[in-house]
């Protein structure tokens, strides 16, 4: 609790010290990772099409905003609400296969709405869908004040934060761990596993889908790489990084992948002028490759995460926060 | 006279169109299949796989003179050695956790894979052309069918029925599918089960990487050239089902041939098409079309 | 923020793809140009240093966008210079408009940037979709083509394409039989082409680029559809030449801003960036070396790094270099300049390594370029 | 006395952390049948896959006809002439009934197998059921054809574990019988079993495990006067 | 109600071609333990299967309550009341016995998909679940993980859950297969206990089990019912001697 505490203080101060919009990027990544870990850690399916959420309802979003008029707060809902709908539509197909083949599904339609979104004609194909205005919450509040947005992205990644955390801790979430641990016996207690399954899916579509549609307020644009597999894969690993299944993992994972990918220009130039090495500064240049081996280093190495480490090494009883 | 649109002069043409393009997909989903059968991995790394096989194929010409014909032995012969590596450094040691790490672990391999390549080679690809003996067309009536196409459906389909005949009908075979349920059982009855899991995913590979071989002249030779083909490969994997080998071929090929037609009947959805299927197939027949799940 | 303006070094940040798809044709080459342009220039201008920062955004509008952001509110950069992917173009831009610093663009092809999107600040300089489909079309008419079918990816970039050579087509007097979508990285393409053959056209055009176009030339060249057809390549880099090799590409048609063969100023150049790189520069990285000579006179001529002074600047001057002659910068913020048909040279005609085009057509900025009236640029007073 | 067909000594065997075994010892006589008794979770079957190298982590000493096998692969162990029924049966879904009949490959190091002939005559419902797939044979049917397998290969020391477990009584008679003749034949054999009737008539010898270690090792000649202990260790 | 809680009328089952279960007429009396024994490869399991739905009869139906419920799903079935054991324990391992129990009672309590409520509202659960595990002797246990607990109890587990669903009908296959002798008589003597006001049908091959609880029997053979009647009736059924017991079966019957 007291590190929640110090969490929070520390989010409210933040746009003073950090520069908003970068911190207002990473909080929304930070979600989406989060509704991410809802169904890797609490349920075992591992989807691998996570960002058909993310960038469905950024372009609904933006779209709504940019082209309807529609106020901040209209724009957010009606992108969450897509994604959730999507979500409902993708689990339910993908739902009735397990373990690999679940991913292989999820990984499969989503890339089938990427085409979708690519032919589309209000998507921009790849010029994106540009310049989204900020405009006033409920019409009033404008949100064109970094630190005013700062302050409505930081509540919505709070709100989603806790839901998550009240999901994993409600008869719902008791559900869920008896079905990842034994999938039979939960059907012979009378337990429709697969609607369960399911409902786990949408929340974490939907979340994933408020991470995206707030996204697009803050970057004032949506394009095709939030709707590509490449970005599902980039919320895997930060999961993975963070700790799967722990709650604060994915936030510390999507910061950690965050900046690796927006600073590993100033880390390889770095690295290079402190150790005189000078092929640190190609680093820039190959930000897949140290991906990839960080991909590789956490599922041989490092499977519980930064977070997972973390908690084995606390004595017992203050797991609580993981 | 026409189907869909389409006049049916130009159908036969389509359609043998389509199955040059299924046999791909066949060799691909059977190299999966195979791997995932014994590995229990779902080998993301296999679109790089089939890259390589293309870029050696390329590379041979390039830096050693080594033409089509050598390289098709060779590239693949690379290919599986590399995997036999991959298997023995790093896959190895995730047989006994959750099949989920071997798929992520992988993905982890293929930007690696891809990255290498990318900052070595650039992106914008090589040329390659097909060998003298296949280049040039024939004309069959209703269509002037390039030469090379045609070999690259012979070859597939070779590769793919002798893979299938081993793993069916031989004694080999069994004992792949008997460590596909539990190899730890059937080490325990005096075989050699390790190196048979390391063979299998050098030769799952080594299929990749055929393919890529097949492809080099056909397509362009990237680096990236794999990774948007795999996504297709894993929906025709899902339609078909991991249950069986001929599952995995036959699919291949109809998915091939359907998304042919697709292109004439209605170009813009030949991008969706399989995945269209994919969800269709889930609907009617959870387990794929060849699936052997409960 | 403002404290960069005036003192303090010059400092130009280059942003582009230096590691995906596009990082051949513009990438760490581009960069290289520009800070060769700096040492032609003499590294230093009003007395201050020349300083080029770069970064990679990986085709990602976020990083482009956050960089830009990122340079210019801490960075101290005075201008911003971006490469290509049309989507982190139209972001850069926008930040930039926002927060008033020169952007210069060179790789991106997407019109947008001078009409619907354009700042005060937007200088598109090497090409876009609309001159290559308008310098295509036309020329390809007047050598008697007239029988059009488009081959076209499926997606917005395509379908400008394919929009804006059709309309010069048809108002030039050919006429588009017909035209076939392909969804974009589509693994095969021999049953579109055979569409195409089927079609009875003359022009094979083909609205695409990249991996996209490498592959429709294959596999037009197997199945003989280059015996039939001419084939015109819309968007086409000397790069895609060079990867397909002249066996499956002599007498392609392709529009392009610069050949690194065309005068013996470019020529000089292209000599230099190919004893850093093992390969010819393409007109983009050409147009990075000019663009920054371009900016830096601006800068010199303004007497300050002021945004607003120098793209005043910037709008007066003509621009004579190796990259073209007579360019002028017009108030929607597009680079006048020739643009120019290529022919691809058969194997027994190229010479040397690289020597793949030999010129059909030229024309003039005003003629390959929409005009001022039809631009949708809000800034262009009518 | 010939070289044990069967050497155990100071055997410790660990699942992931958990350690099972501490210690145990056991020798085998070639041509001898003998019981591995104990409650549940005494580590009898874990006794078991510690000489095929199935356990997590094995340490000590495990010597096949005189030849030391701890540091051996499962395969190898395998080759030395063991044949090895396990507790879950194992059958082969993928596999036909006769597929998994023919599965083990005949060992080099094992002597004269029996021939399918023989088998099919001990086990009819698996002659019956010759086609169908592994798993889908009953829950007997499996524990038959999981003993049967192993007979075929002509390993000379078969490990069995529970194998009259789920098996009606006049199978279980047959079992009996079977492994009379088998011991007739000269097999070595090693049974876990908790059928204690079923044990008693066949083995010569018995351990007793408790928690990992062998409490106890009595001859078949003493059955009568151990009962009592038997009783207290087993419940029986 | 008639007091036959359990009808099926010739129900059969074929795998493609083999017939497995043929023709089977079972009748169950409310409040009964009834044992359905049989040779290997009978058909008990199967049966089971039919019963709770996991498969689907190729004829014959199935009368529950005097409901036909042939056209059930598996979960509609366990909601009737009829549950089933599995030949293998079934628990969550890495639940508290607590938890294991209190899942199972959740599913009355109708707040399963709740997901922004407390779980402190199951806690309301908690006396009916200690009271659970009390019957079967867990109680002391409550808060240790279950894949820590031995086999025989992990068993006893397993019925508590499957009590908490207040089953009308309970299924156990093999109940005490692969047990020790301790195990097999707490196993049993809870079976005994937890029969009062349940219905229980168990396939077992535990003569001493069937011996000392089971009411009424059912002998299946080659799919079919060979004999039914009480224990000392079958059991001297020359038929079923031959079939199944085999001629030591007297004897054999101390055996367990
Ligand atoms: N895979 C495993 N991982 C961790 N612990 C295990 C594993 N298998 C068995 N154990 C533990 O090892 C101990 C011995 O198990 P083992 O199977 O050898 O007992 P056993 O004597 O065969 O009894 P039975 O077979 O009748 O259950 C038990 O406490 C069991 O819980
Ligand atoms: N899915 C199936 N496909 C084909 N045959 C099957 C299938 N399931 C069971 N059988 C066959 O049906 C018969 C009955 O099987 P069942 O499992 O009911 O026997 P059982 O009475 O439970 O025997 P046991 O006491 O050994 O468990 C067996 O011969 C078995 O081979
Ligand atoms: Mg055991
Ligand atoms: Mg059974």
Redesign the pocket.
């Known amino acids: 609790m007291a590190l929640y505490g110090v969490l929070l203080l520390a989010g409210l101060a933040a746009p003073f010290v950090v520069y908003p919009v970068l911190m207002m990027k990473l909080l929304c990544f930070a979600l989406f990772a989060c509704a991410f870990n809802l169904l890797i850690g609490y349920t075992g399916l591992l989807s691998f099409g996570h960002a058909a959420f993310l960038g469905g309802a950024g372009y609904i979003t933006g779209y709504v905003i940019q082209s309807l008029g529609a106020t901040p707060e209209i724009g957010i809902l009606l992108g969450t609400a897509f994604a959730a709908l999507v979500g409902l539509v993708m689990g339910w197909l993908a739902i009735r296969r397990t373990g690999i083949y679940f991913t292989m599904i999820t990984l499969a339609l989503a890339q089938m709405l990427f085409f979708v979104w690519l032919q589309a004609p209000f998507t921009g194909g790849e010029d994106g869908l540009q310049g989204v205005p900020r405009g006033k919450l409920f019409g009033l509040l404008s949100l064109q004040d970094d630190v005013h947005l700062y302050y409505l992205v930081f509540a919505i990644f709070v709100f989603g934060f806790w839901l998550v955390r009240r999901v994993i801790h409600s008869p719902f979430g008791q559900v869920l761990q008896a079905i990842k641990e034994n999938e039979p016996r939960a059907v012979s207690l009378g337990y429709d596993v697969n609607r369960f399954k399911l409902l786990a899916f949408v929340l974490s579509a939907a979340l994933s889908g408020l991470a995206g549609s707030t996204k697009v307020l803050v970057m004032g644009f949506e394009t095709l790489t939030d709707a590509q597999w490449t970005m599902s894969g980039t919320v895997v690993l930060m999961t993975l990084v963070g700790g799967m299944g722990t709650l604060l993992g994915p936030v510390v994972g999507a910061f950690v992948i965050m900046i690796l990918e927006n600073k590993m220009g100033e880390i390889g130039s770095g690295l290079a002028s402190v150790t005189g090495i000078e092929w640190f500064n190609q680093l820039g240049e190959s930000v897949t490759i140290v991906t990839g081996f960080i991909f590789v280093i956490c599922v041989m190495a490092f499977r519980r995460g930064i977070v997972g480490e973390i908690l084995v090494r606390l004595p017992k009883g203050k797991s609580s926060t993981g | 006279m026409e189907f869909f649109g389409v006049p049916l002069a130009a159908l036969p043409s389509q359609l043998l169109l389509g199955l040059v393009n299924g046999s791909f997909y066949a060799i691909l989903s059977l190299g999966l299949a195979v791997i995932f059968g014994l590995l229990n991995v779902i080998n993301f790394s296999h679109g790089a796989m089939f890259m390589l096989g293309a870029m050696l194929t390329w590379m041979g010409l390039q830096y050693a003179g080594a033409p089509y014909w050598v390289m098709i032995f060779v590239a693949p012969a690379i290919v599986g050695l590399f995997g036999i590596l991959i298997e023995r450094l790093l896959l190895r040691h995730l047989y006994k956790l959750d099949h989920l790490y071997g798929l992520l672990l992988t993905f982890g391999l293929v930007l690696i894979i891809e990255g290498v390549f990318r900052s070595i080679y650039g992106a914008s690809g090589q040329s390659y052309s097909a060998p003298e003996a296949l280049s040039g067309a024939t004309d069959l009536g209703f269509m002037v069918l390039p030469n090379y196409r045609a070999w690259v459906v012979v070859a597939s389909l070779v590769v793919c029925f002798a893979t299938w005949f081993v793993i069916e009908k031989t004694k080999l075979g069994a004992y792949l599918r008997a460590g596909t349920e539990n190899p730890r059982l059937v080490e325990a009855f005096g075989i050699n089960v390790p190196v048979m899991v390391m063979l299998t995913y050098g030769f799952g590979v080594a299929l990749a990487a055929f393919a890529g071989v097949l492809a080099a002249p056909v397509m362009q030779v990237t680096p990236l050239m794999g990774t948007n083909l795999i996504i297709v490969v894993f929906a025709v994997v899902v339609i078909g089902g991991m249950g069986s080998i001929m599952g995995a071929i036959v699919t291949g090929l109809a998915l091939g041939v359907i998304e042919g037609l697709t292109r004439v009947i209605y170009p813009p959805g030949s991008a969706t098409v399989v995945f269209v299927i994919m969800a269709i197939v889930l609907l009617v027949r959870p387990a794929g079309l060849f699936g052997k799940e409960k | 923020a403002a404290s960069a303006q005036g003192t303090g070094p010059v400092r130009i940040g280059f942003i582009t793809d230096m590691s995906g798809v596009y990082a051949d044709i513009d990438g760490q080459g581009g960069g290289e140009a520009i800070k060769m342009a700096v040492a032609d220039f003499g590294g230093k201008v009003l007395g201050r240093p020349i300083e080029v920062v770069t970064a990679d955004h990986q085709n990602k509008a976020d990083i482009a966008a956050s960089k830009a952001r990122e340079w210019i509110d801490k960075g101290g950069v005075t201008a911003i210079f971006g490469g290509t992917n049309s989507g982190t173009a139209i972001a850069t831009a926008k930040i930039a408009g926002e927060k008033k610093r020169v952007y210069f663009n060179m790789g991106a092809g997407s019109s947008r940037l001078t009409n619907e999107e354009c700042t005060p600040y937007t200088v598109h300089y090497a090409y876009d979709t609309v001159a290559l489909a308008r310098v295509a079309g036309k020329a390809m008419i007047q050598r008697g083509d007239k029988n059009w079918y488009f081959l076209t990816a499926d997606y917005a970039f395509g379908h400008s394409l394919e929009q804006d050579a059709s309309e010069i087509v048809k108002s030039s007097g050919g006429k588009v039989v017909g035209s076939v979508r392909h969804p974009l990285g589509a693994s095969d393409f021999s049953s579109f082409l055979l569409q195409a053959q089927s079609s009875g056209a003359n022009v094979l055009a083909l609205a695409n680029a990249g991996g996209d176009f490498v592959n429709s030339v294959k596999a037009a060249k197997e199945f003989g559809i280059t015996k039939k057809m001419k084939l015109a390549g819309l968007l086409v880099f000397i790069n895609d030449i060079h990867s397909l090799g002249l066996k499956d590409t002599a007498g392609l048609l392709v529009t392009d801003s610069w050949y690194w063969d065309q005068d013996a100023e470019s020529r000089k150049f292209a000599q230099r960036f190919f004893a850093k790189f093992k390969r010819m520069p393409s007109s983009i990285q050409a147009a990075d070396y000019s663009a920054t000579l371009t900016y830096l006179n601006a800068v010199k001529a303004a007497g300050t790094d002021d945004a607003d002074k120098v793209m005043e600047a910037l709008r007066k001057t003509k621009i004579n270099d190796l990259y073209t002659k007579g360019g002028t910068i017009r108030a929607d913020g597009k680079m006048l300049h020739d643009m120019y048909l290529m022919q691809v040279k058969s194997p027994s005609e190229s010479k040397t390594p690289w020597d793949y085009y030999k010129q059909v057509a030229k024309f003039s900025g005003d003629q390959a370029y929409n005009s001022l009236a039809e631009s949708k640029c809000p800034l262009v007073k009518k | 006395m010939s070289t044990p067909a069967l050497e155990i000594t100071d055997l410790h065997a660990w699942y992931g952390e958990s350690h099972i075994l501490h210690g145990a010892r056991l020798v085998v006589h070639p041509g001898e049948v003998v019981t591995l008794l104990g409650r549940n979770g005494a580590g009898r079957t874990t006794t078991m896959r510690a000489i095929m190298g199935l356990v997590g982590k094995r340490q000590g000493s495990i010597k096949v006809a005189g030849q030391e096998t701890i540091h051996m692969p499962t395969y190898k162990v395998a080759r030395c002439g063991l044949g090895y029924c396990p507790e879950e049966r194992g059958i082969f879904a993928s596999l036909s009934c006769e597929e998994n009949l023919m599965l083990p490959p005949a060992l080099s190091g094992g002597g004269k197998g029996m021939s399918v002939a023989e088998i099919y005559e001990m086990f009819p419902?698996l002659q019956e059921?010759r086609h169908?797939?592994g798993t889908?044979?009953?829950?007997?049917?499996q524990?038959m054809l999981a003993v049967a397998r192993i007979l075929r290969t002509g390993a000379t020391v078969l490990l069995l574990d529970e194998i009259s477990e789920?098996?009606?009584p006049v199978i279980v008679q047959a079992l009996a019988r079977m492994i009379q003749a088998l011991k007739a034949r000269g097999f070595t054999i090693v049974m876990v079993e908790q059928n204690f009737r079923f044990a008693a008539p066949l083995a010569d010898r018995f351990y007793v495990m408790e928690h990992g270690q062998i409490a106890l090792e009595f001859e078949a000649r003493e059955l009568a006067e151990r009962q009592t202990m038997l009783n207290a260790l087993l419940g029986v | 109600m008639s007091d036959f809680i359990l009808e099926t009328e010739h129900l059969s089952k074929e795998?493609?071609g083999?017939v497995?279960?043929n023709d089977v007429d079972l009748q169950v009396r409310r409040g009964s333990i009834h044992a359905l024994i049989?040779?290997?490869?009978?058909?008990?399991?199967?049966?089971f299967n039919l019963l709770t739905k996991f498969?689907t009869p190729t004829r014959g139906r199935i009368v529950f309550n005097g409901v036909d419920i042939t056209g059930d799903k598996p979960a509609q079935i366990a909601r009737r009341g009829v549950i089933r054991s599995f030949q293998i324990s079934a628990v969550f391992p890495h639940m508290t016995v607590l938890d294991n129990v209190r899942v199972a009672l959740q599913r009355q309590l109708g707040v399963s998909y709740r997901f922004w409520m407390r779980d402190a509202v199951l806690n309301q659960l908690n006396d009916r679940s200690l009271d659970l595990l009390e019957q079967v002797g867990l109680r002391e246990f409550a808060s240790e993980l279950a894949v820590n607990l031995p086999y025989g109890r992990k068993r006893a587990l397993e019925i508590a859950t499957t009590l908490a669903m207040e089953p009308e009908l309970m299924l156990l296959d093999?109940p005490t297969q692969g047990m020790g002798h301790e195990d097999v008589d707490l196993v049993t003597s809870l079976i005994k206990r937890v029969s009062q006001g349940r219905t229980i049908l168990m396939?077992e091959?535990n003569m001493k089990v069937i011996a000392s609880i089971a009411d009424q029997i059912t002998v299946?053979q080659r799919?079919a019912v060979l004999a039914e009647g009480a224990y000392d009736e079958v059991s001297r059924n020359p038929k079923v001697m031959e079939a199944y017991m085999g001629v030591e079966a007297s004897e054999l019957e101390g055996a367990h």
């Open positions: 419902n059921r169908s797939p889908r044979l009953s829950g007997g049917e524990q789920g098996l009606a | 795998f493609k083999f497995a279960v049989g040779p290997n490869g009978a058909g008990k399991t199967t049966c498969l093999e396939v091959h299946l799919g």
